[in-house]
């Protein structure tokens, strides 16, 4: 199954998607490959609000040049953030277990991972939105939009890879 597809499935079972990856063999390298990819997207989603802020400056008189507000926002999202997601997995993997969770401190990555990269589609219409309509009840929504995807990929996608497993009948 390509990648896309998995996406778009991922958005009505997400449960039987990540357990899908994690029989197939989804490893540390697959894990930090999703993570990065999603980071990427991430930041080209910031590219159209940051294009717009620039364009802005300059109506106004004040020389800011597109790179001066893109660099930050590469080292942000591309260099500091996957440090963030891995600690933030971790943190989420120990209250699955205090929870009573049976998985791998590799699940949790991998859940965290692979909804990251799920949710890129949404993210990169809030970038559209915040670049071509700006801040306003549009982009409120979308935003809100991407956290609760997020949230419904991340916590199901956890819930699978935590579930104890049932034993099969002899």
């Not at 933030?88 to 277990?97: D, K, S, T």
């Not at 990251?116 to 219409?125: E, K, R």
């Amino acid at each position: 199954m390509s990648t896309v597809s998995a996406i778009l499935r991922s958005y009505r079972a997400p449960r039987e998607v990540i357990r899908t990856h994690r029989a197939g063999g989804a490893d540390e390298a697959t894990g930090l490959t999703w993570l990065f990819v999603a980071c990427i997207l991430f930041f080209v989603a910031e590219l159209p609000e940051l294009s717009r802020q620039a364009h802005f400056a300059q109506l106004e008189g004040v020389e800011t040049p597109f790179s001066s507000l893109a660099l930050p926002t590469f080292y942000g999202t591309v260099l500091l953030a996957p440090l963030m997601f891995v600690l933030l997995a971790g943190l989420a993997q120990l209250v699955a277990r205090a929870a009573g969770g049976q998985g791998r401190w590799l699940d949790g990555r991998l859940a965290m991972f692979w909804s990251l990269l799920c949710v890129s589609p949404v993210v990169l219409l809030q970038g559209l939105v915040g670049g071509f309509i700006g801040a306003g009840p549009g982009l409120t929504f979308v935003s809100l939009l991407v956290f609760v995807v997020f949230l419904y990929l991340w916590l199901n996608c956890l819930i699978a890879l935590n579930a104890k497993e049932k034993a099969e009948p002899v």
